[in-house]
Nanobody
């Protein structure tokens, strides 16, 4: 069974940058989706970015042009480079995987319900 561990969260000021990492243990495959999600107090968990293989990537509109998702299969690690951070990016960030073949629809809709395996989360706080 796959286990996911996030790291790299912290506190930054507006326009700052952070790089999140998600280390996976257990079997992984390039056909599986891995993604970043976030949740603020009182809000539903929302999709940030999803990756399946090197080229199948999708971003939420709110982070396009600022965040970059990537994956190192040798290290079994996924990353989220976050630049030009805004206070509205403040949230607990989670990585997740489908741990099974991931369809085009799943990659497109960034729905947390499509992902069955989750990390414990890492907090990102952006101050004005």
């Amino acid at each position: 069974q796959v286990q996911l561990v996030e790291s790299g969260g912290g506190s930054v000021q507006t326009t700052g940058s952070l790089r999140l990492s998600c280390a996976a243990s257990g079997y992984t495959d390039s056909s599986y989706c891995m993604g970043w999600f976030r949740q603020s107090p009182g809000k539903e968990r929302e999709g940030v970015a999803v990756i399946a293989g090197a080229a199948d990537i999708n971003y939420a509109e709110s982070v396009k042009g600022r965040f970059t998702i990537s994956q190192d299969y040798d290290k079994k690690t996924m990353y989220l480079q976050m630049n030009s951070l805004k206070p509205e990016d403040t949230a607990m960030y989670y990585c997740a995987t489908t741990n099974s073949y991931c369809s085009y629809v799943t990659r497109l809709r960034l729905n947390p319900r499509d992902f069955g395996y989750w990390g414990q989360g890492t907090q990102v706080t952006v101050s004005p």
